[in-house]
């Protein structure tokens, strides 16, 4: 049944739609291509974007490289490269911090558009290492969009991602790619990767802006940022962290993706809303928690998931094959960060991080089929004697507490600061053999309702304001 949404560990390398003719088999260059050809669409180009650069000119420069680049990318630069930075260098005094983006951005069309070669994976961590160590440790007199900074990281973890997948298919793989692996050993390592990340989040201080986002003092809407986070609270078995992060960037994308239609990455945008909501049904069927959801999310859901959400709550084999299923088309891109063992006989696997995550994942949901009857009955009781449930659910009194604890154990978890939290929406304490249910009621959110309201009727005063009366 989940043949539907394989796992395909080479989309890592297709994140974004190619033309039919740039297949796998692309080398990143065609056979027309003359990397030192600069047209003049490009000159001026370049010309522009690195005046407003120096001006410091940031709604151009985000015109240009939100506009201009995508728009020549797709008229000239569909099945090919852009021109070499070598070749642009003279037009812009051979700056070096922009020769450093240009290539940045270059190898950016590269994946989206081609497939890169093994030394071309090295060149663009090579890059990225060259512009890094200016950002974090030089003196940089300009101002970039903030959307250009994002996807700049965003792709760096992209191609981190991708060059571990690509490594690690060793078993087609050509003694010059071999030879390639073994000489730049240290392209991508997953250290150097995580330090680069670490020294950006102290530069940027954008935890602090994610604290003042808490707070409700600044709005951050980066997709990918909220898509991260919640699934890996999926993966920590942070159910309820988990549905709050989905919930609450599914509904911006519900708000607003009709603003982003024009954007290149709206294809992007709109496959992972159509995996997130794939990670809430499972968030929600291992742990229900509908009240933690707005009611524009919810029915969304619900016409997306429905019947398969109700076939996961009987955990019987069709309930495993669909979570499978959901789990495979929506999970994150597990990778193997260490480096391979070029030894024969050569092997891939690159799948087994996926694999085992997967094992994993469905071992949890089988531990949860006994604890949904303790659930179900917990439900319809306030108190109840441990000897009346035991008999309810056909086991003797010492089994009956061992499920009480595991389900106590599998209902809490720690949060990013180390607090325990609880998942369930049932929780209950046992006093002289009797167990006292506590039943969790939804907070109602007047607030939420009245500005659902208000937006509702500022969409239908602008439809009414549109339209022409004779």
Request: charged residues 25%; negative net charge; glycine residues 4%.
């Amino acid at each position: 049944m989940a043949n539907s949404y394989d796992y395909d560990d080479a989309s890592l390398d297709s994140r974004y739609p190619r033309p039919p003719s740039a297949g796998q088999g692309s080398t990143g260059t065609d056979q027309g291509y003359d990397p030192n050809f600069v047209p003049d669409s490009v000159k001026t180009f370049v010309v522009h974007l690195y005046r407003h650069i120096r001006e410091k000119n940031v709604y151009e420069i985000h015109q240009m490289y939100d506009g201009s680049f995508q728009r020549l990318s797709d008229r000239m630069f569909r099945e090919s490269p852009w021109p070499s930075v070598e070749a642009i260098a003279p037009y812009v005094d051979n700056d070096h911090v922009f020769c450093l983006l240009y290539r940045e951005m270059w190898f950016r069309h590269l994946y989206a558009r081609l497939s890169p070669t093994g030394r071309q994976r090295v060149e663009s961590w090579d890059n990225y290492c060259s512009l890094f160590s200016v950002v974090l440790h030089g003196v940089v007199n300009m101002q970039l969009p903030n959307q250009w900074l994002w996807d700049m990281v965003d792709e760096f973890v992209y191609q981190f991602q991708s060059y571990c997948q690509y490594r690690a298919k060793l078993k087609n793989k050509a003694e010059e790619e071999l030879q390639l692996l073994r000489q730049y050993d240290q392209a991508w390592n997953v250290y150097g990767v995580l330090n680069y990340l670490q020294a950006l989040v102290e530069k940027s201080a954008i935890t602090d802006v994610l604290e003042r986002e808490k707070e409700g003092l600044e709005q951050f809407a980066a997709t990918d940022g909220y898509d991260y986070e919640g699934g890996t609270s999926n993966v920590l078995k942070m159910y309820v962290e988990a549905i709050r992060e989905f919930n609450k960037i599914l509904l911006y994308i519900l708000k607003y993706k009709q603003y982003h239609q024009k954007s290149p990455q709206y294809d992007q945008i709109l496959k992972k809303n159509e995996q997130m909501y794939a990670l809430l049904a499972i968030c929600l069927s291992l742990c229900p928690q509908n009240n933690l959801v707005e009611e524009n999310v919810n029915s969304q859901l619900r016409d997306k998931y429905n019947e398969k959400m109700t076939k996961m709550l009987r955990y019987d084999d069709e309930a495993y094959a669909v979570y499978d299923e959901l789990f495979t088309y929506a999970c994150p891109k597990f990778i193997t960060p260490s480096a391979p063992v070029l030894e024969e006989p050569l092997t891939n696997y690159n799948q087994d991080a996926y694999r085992l995550q997967l094992k994993l994942f469905l071992y949890e949901v089988k531990q949860q089929q006994l604890l949904s009857g303790v659930r179900s009955f917990l439900k319809l009781y306030s108190t109840i004697s441990i000897g009346k449930l035991a008999a309810y659910m056909e086991v003797d009194e010492p089994t009956l507490r061992t499920i009480l604890m595991t389900y106590k154990h599998k209902m809490h978890a720690v949060d990013g600061d180390g607090k325990i939290i609880p998942n369930a929406d049932v929780d209950f304490y046992i006093s002289e053999d009797i167990v006292h249910v506590v039943e969790s009621k939804p907070t109602k959110r007047y607030g939420d309702y009245f500005l659902r309201q208000i937006l509702k009727f500022e969409e239908m005063i602008g439809e009414l304001d549109r339209i022409k009366l004779d």
